[in-house]
């Protein structure tokens, strides 16, 4: 069964550096969202991704972060000088074109640690 | 504002059949759908309702009442795997031409299924 794959599951870095988490969306799927999960809290909505552009965007997702699908295939998400409080489960997901009945697929998640 | 509520714990015990509330405010509405999470792994779809009524899918059915902004996760049959976190969210776009397609969650339901 095809699933969303996201690498590294764990990443460990010190503040203020650069990190990048990777995705591999479904193949033949044209939406792509980042989502972030702060443990123990929900699951919330960063960022969507449509035809090579950001369609929409959290108040989260300021200057910090950004996303580039650099190939046909992988789907990034950028961000520079992390903070403590970047500390997270990130997920990205994938789903086919809109409609009624679009079911997003969700990857295992990077949980990433500032310290 | 946003918002989903949803009840923070349930418990139940197997066999038995449990339902899991949410009340949402949002200001796009396209649909609400469900999804599983096992010990923050990722979100797994379970149900999505579009339209007033009851969706039904094996164990798990799903119910919307639009009027009433409402909706509810029934699970029969409770078996231990069900022991989970259950978010409710809400779709908020219809998603084409990179319209948006993101999804609101909701505060989650930690279920604890006993034998």
């Known amino acids: 069964e095809p699933e969303v794959t996201q690498t590294p599951s764990h990443q460990v870095t010190q503040m203020g550096q650069e990190v990048i988490l990777r995705c591999v969306p479904i193949?033949?799927?044209?939406?792509f969202y980042w989502y972030r999960q702060i443990l123990g809290q929900k699951v919330e909505f960063l960022v969507s991704?449509?035809?090579?552009?950001?369609?929409?965007k959290s108040e989260i997702f300021d200057d910090q972060f950004s996303v580039e699908r650099p190939d046909g295939s992988n789907f990034t998400l950028k961000i520079r000088s992390t903070k403590l409080e970047d500390s997270a489960m990130y997920f990205c997901?994938?789903?086919?074109?809109?409609?009624?009945?679009?079911?997003?697929?969700f990857g295992q998640g990077t949980r990433l640690t500032v310290v | 504002g946003q918002s989903l509520e949803q009840p923070s714990e349930v418990t139940a015990v197997e066999g038995a059949i449990v339902q899991i509330n949410c009340t949402y405010q949002?200001?796009?509405?396209?649909?609400l759908s469900w999804y599983q999470q096992h010990d923050g792994g990722a979100p797994t779809f379970l149900s999505y309702?579009?339209?007033?009524g009851l969706e039904e899918t094996g164990r798990f059915s799903s119910f919307l009442s639009r009027s009433d902004s409402y909706g509810y996760l029934l699970l029969q049959e409770l078996q231990m795997k069900d022991s989970a976190s259950y978010f409710c969210?809400?779709?908020?776009?219809f998603g084409y031409g990179g319209a948006t397609n993101k999804l609101i969650f909701g505060t989650g339901t930690l279920l604890a299924v006993q034998p």
């Open positions: 991704f449509y035809n090579n552009e950001i369609s929409e």
């Open positions: 997901a994938s789903s086919e074109v809109g409609g009624l009945r679009t079911e997003a697929f």
């Open positions: 193949s033949n799927h044209l939406y």
């Open positions: 309702n579009a339209l007033d």
């Open positions: 949002t200001s796009g509405f396209y649909g």
């Open positions: 969210a809400v779709r908020a776009g």
